[in-house]
């Protein structure tokens, strides 16, 4: 957007469209920094921009996270996030097509952003599951689409504190299935989250799934990737787990068909973890990350962001997930 540069191309969701294989990618931006300023957009809620500067020497400024500028007791983020199209004829080649939208955050509570978008598709029509984040907190939002140009506003679907939602791509009984992940800083944590809903916007009987398990490479956080993958074992669902130094790695969930609230399993070992130089070195470090994938047979093609900063693609074999599951 004008005045701004992209810090990061980050974290994309992934689905098939037309024939094509199609990425939403996160872009985050900011203007240019200074040595005598750190300066961030949010949105105003008519839609503009405003920047905001604050004196690089203030001590009442803590940079410590990349990610976020903690400044007299209040949180902003370090960038502003929005989403973008590219399609693809071979899922490695991707351009950014014409006459399609990009996505921008709406009102009062997508003042900081929009992120990492999950796509599932029900019925003929996906349903765009994305953080939205403002100073009262970073939620889960919903848009909905058939075509691509055309979208259907829910506002918040999940309120504060929660994110990584990903909706189930068949309805189960007749009800459709969402994971997400509600923060606790008290008692409870960083877990992942079932809901059950007749509609996709209500959404109640609330079970926990999995939570962060001590002294593993998941202890301090999990939280769901994209749509669970639906398998003759289970649906398989690719989630990201950090431990208390930020590291963030992938591993996988089996559920039960007809009651995902039945976890079958869980890898013991990450089946990814940053290694390579643009995974382990970039805007905040030591990070592959995902929610976005594409199925063909047994093989599964993961996006992912590497270090926060950067699009990747990787390949696994499914059955190969499901022997790692105990
Ligand atoms: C965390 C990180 C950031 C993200 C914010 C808001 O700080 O995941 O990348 O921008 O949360 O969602």
């Given at each position: 957007m004008a005045g701004l540069q992209i810090a990061c191309l980050l974290n994309p969701g992934a689905f098939r469209f037309a024939g094509k294989i199609w990425l939403i990618v996160r872009v985050a931006e900011r203007p240019p920094q200074t040595a005598e300023a750190v300066s961030f957009p949010v949105l105003k809620e008519d839609g503009g921009i405003a920047i905001i500067r604050l004196p690089a020497d203030d001590a009442g400024l803590d940079l410590t996270d990349p990610r976020v500028i903690r400044y007299q007791g209040k949180d902003y983020l370090t960038t502003l996030s929005h989403l973008r199209l590219l399609c693809s004829e071979d899922g490695i080649h991707f351009h950014e097509p014409e006459n399609y939208p990009k996505l921008t955050g709406r009102g009062m509570l997508e003042t900081f952003g929009i992120e990492d978008c999950r796509v599932s598709r029900v019925d003929g029509r996906y349903y765009l599951t994305f953080t939205s984040v403002s100073p009262n907190g970073v939620a889960v939002g919903m848009r909905t689409t058939e075509d691509w140009r055309h979208f259907e506003h829910y506002g918040?679907?999940?309120?504060?504190?929660?994110k990584d939602c990903a909706i189930f791509e068949e309805r189960i009984g007749g009800m459709f299935y969402a994971l997400h992940r509600p923060s606790s800083v008290d008692l409870g944590g960083n877990y992942i989250w079932l809901a059950q809903s007749p509609d996709a916007i209500h959404w109640g009987n609330h079970r926990i799934i999995a939570r962060s398990r001590k002294g593993?490479?998941?202890?301090a956080r999990v939280g769901a990737g994209a749509a669970p993958i639906k398998t003759t074992a289970g649906w398989l669902e690719i989630y990201h787990g950090a431990d208390e130094r930020n590291r963030y790695c992938l591993g996988a969930l089996l559920l039960d068909l007809?009651?995902?609230?039945?976890?079958?399993g869980r890898t013991d070992e990450p089946i990814m973890e940053p290694t390579a130089p643009y995974e382990v070195r970039g805007?905040?470090?030591h990070v592959v990350f995902t929610n976005g994938h594409v199925v063909d047979g047994d093989t599964l093609t993961v996006y992912y962001g590497a270090a926060d900063e950067y699009v990747c693609g990787a390949q696994f074999s499914i059955r190969e997930i499901l022997s790692q599951i105990t």
């Open positions: 918040l679907i999940f309120p504060p504190h929660n593993y490479w998941d202890s007809e009651n995902p609230s039945k976890v079958l805007f905040f470090g």
